[in-house]
Every structure is written in structure tokens, then in C-alpha cells.
């Protein structure tokens, strides 16, 4: 089945940076656009980004754009989330997914920023 595996969450200082992985099996990683969202406390997630199946096509958030990089390794079956710049409203649970809201979910990374 499919499973979708996050890590490299934990607690960074405003101005910092992290990154993100998710570690994908159980289906084709390589012909799917792979997501990135993340829910702030309460009930809403949020899109963070996407990325087609070859690199070729990404797009972001507008509140995200400049500061986040999401690439993908397909020989890996590896989806990455670099965040730089890390801002306290970045505070969430960082989720990976294919299909959207209404696909495949990994278990989810809290990121906290704090000073």
C-alpha cells in the first residue's frame, strides 16, 4: 500500500532554515506530482506546493514562494521541502501528499519556530 513518510521537522529559531523529506513507497513515485501542506494549530491544511512527476513544473504558495525549494529524487523515491528564512507563522505540521486533499498522506512533521 501506499505509505508516505515524513521527517526532518523540530524547533528553529526565526531566520532559520530546515528540510524536509518524505520517504515514498507502495506505488510508481516517479509518474505522480508529489505535494507539500501543512496545518497550523486548528482544523485547516494548507497548500504549501506541488511538484510534477519530472521537476519540470512547481508551484507554491504565495506565502511560501522565495523562501521554499521542494525538488524530488525519483531514483530515491524522495520528495524534499528546503525552507529558509523560517517565519513564526511557518509554525505547522508538515504533511506529504499525493492527490491532493482528498489522496495519500504521510503521518506528518511538526516544524516550530520560535524564539
Known amino acids: 500500500q501506499v505509505q508516505l513518510v515524513e521527517s526532518g521537522g523540530g524547533s528553529v529559531q526565526p531566520g532559520g532554515s530546515l528540510r524536509l523529506s518524505c520517504a515514498a513507497s507502495?506505488?510508481?513515485?516517479?509518474?505522480?506530482?508529489m505535494n507539500w501542506y501543512r496545518q497550523p494549530p486548528g482544523p485547516e491544511r494548507d497548500f504549501v506546493g506541488g511538484?510534477?512527476?519530472?521537476?519540470?513544473?512547481?508551484n507554491y504558495a504565495a506565502s511560501v514562494k522565495g523562501r521554499f525549494t521542494i525538488s524530488r529524487d525519483n531514483s530515491k523515491n524522495a520528495l524534499y521541502l528546503e525552507m529558509n528564512a523560517l517565519k513564526p507563522e511557518d509554525t505547522a505540521v508538515y504533511y506529504c501528499?499525493?492527490?491532493?486533499?482528498?489522496?495519500?498522506w504521510g503521518q506528518g512533521t511538526q516544524v516550530t519556530v520560535s524564539s
Open positions: 501528499n499525493r492527490g491532493g486533499r482528498t489522496g495519500d
Open positions: 507502495g506505488f510508481a513515485f516517479g509518474s505522480y506530482s
Open positions: 511538484i510534477g512527476p519530472d521537476s519540470r513544473v512547481i
